[in-house]
């Protein structure tokens, strides 16, 4: 079986504009331990991006389990480059659960820009991103 080639229109978009942004460094998935409902997953995500990763943008999308309730995450890191992934894994784990950090690896292409993008069009969904230090990215003024 081939490569499956993505030609949603939106989700073309999306992952050009995201790709734009930044040079993304780490794919990030992230789950809970505990039933977390929308709210609570994404105060979550964000509390502990201020607080372990202090410095990185992020762009995320917090979407519903899969045969249970809650919620888990999917993100893409940027500005992390001095960060230790272990360090990061961790800190998630002994707070909130399972989850995989993995170098985003641009040989593949926009592999993971659009498996993030897929989970856009899911109909429980949210998503947010946070570009550090630059607010010139701003699609609207």
Not at 80 to 90: A, D, L, Q, Y
Not at 102 to 112: M, N
């Amino acid at each position: 079986m081939g490569k499956r080639i993505v030609t949603d229109p939106f989700r073309v978009e999306f992952v050009n504009w995201v790709d734009s942004l930044k040079e993304w460094e780490w794919y990030f998935t992230g789950t809970f331990k505990y039933e977390c409902n929308l709210e609570p997953a994404k105060r979550a995500f964000k509390r502990f991006v201020r607080r372990e990763m202090n410095g990185a943008s992020y762009v995320y999308v917090c979407e519903s389990n899969s045969g249970r309730g809650g919620y888990h995450l999917h993100a893409l890191f940027a500005d992390c480059e001095w960060m230790s992934r272990k360090v990061i894994w961790k800190a998630w784990f002994n707070r909130y659960g399972r989850n995989q950090i993995l170098p985003v690896d641009r040989s593949r292409g926009f592999g993971v820009e659009f498996y993030l993008s897929k989970y856009l069009t899911k109909e429980l969904a949210d998503w947010d991103i946070h570009i550090e230090g630059d607010k010139e990215w701003l699609p609207f003024k």
